[in-house]
């Protein structure tokens, strides 16, 4: 069994952005800080996913926004940073959650838009087209669902990497 060998500022870097995570996963229609980031990739997403047509141009903010904290996670598990790697995860968490909560509101319309225009709705778009607008309860709520267990996937993680200093050069996943 791996010693206990605590590293109490990668703890507390680990705590302190779980404990903000959590938050906002508890709060998800209130503005947070990351939402900014979240929100700036999603419409970069747009903008570099237009030119492959209407549909996937919609469909690219949701992939940047949760494709960019992905590579993030990535780049920080190939270079053996696990704690970091976990982190990203908490982040991409806390961006499915971001994207439930829009997913969510494809049929009322309701959260207001950069363009103020709900006509530029992208859930309701992709949903309307893939015909499933009837089903945006179930599939927002299993995006949710998704977004928790990420979330708390990089949580647990983190501290659990923390706590038993797992980041040794040369190890992966040990």
Not at 14 to 34: K, Q, S
Not at 53 to 79: E, N, S
Not at 146 to 152: E, F, K, N, Q
């Amino acid at each position: 069994m791996q010693p206990l060998t605590i590293r109490w500022g990668k703890l507390a870097y680990a705590a302190i952005l779980g404990a903000y995570f959590i938050y906002c996963a508890w709060t998800p229609l209130t503005w947070h800080i990351i939402d900014g980031a979240n929100l700036l990739i999603h419409e970069a997403g747009h903008v570099v996913c237009s030119i492959f047509g209407d549909f996937i141009r919609v469909l690219g903010g949701t992939i940047f926004q949760l494709a960019v904290p992905t590579m993030f996670a990535l780049y920080f598990w190939w270079k053996l940073q696990l704690v970091d790697a976990c982190v990203m995860l908490m982040w991409l968490g806390e961006s499915t959650l971001n994207v439930s909560v829009y997913a969510a509101d494809a049929v009322k319309q309701q959260l207001p838009l950069l363009s103020g225009d709900t006509a530029n709705h992208d859930w309701a778009y992709l949903l309307s087209h893939l015909d499933l607008l009837d089903q945006t309860a179930k599939i927002s709520g299993a995006i949710r669902v998704l977004g928790i267990a990420i979330l708390i996937l990089g949580i647990a993680g983190a501290l659990y990497r923390s706590i038993f200093n797992r980041d040794a050069p040369g190890k992966l996943l040990t």
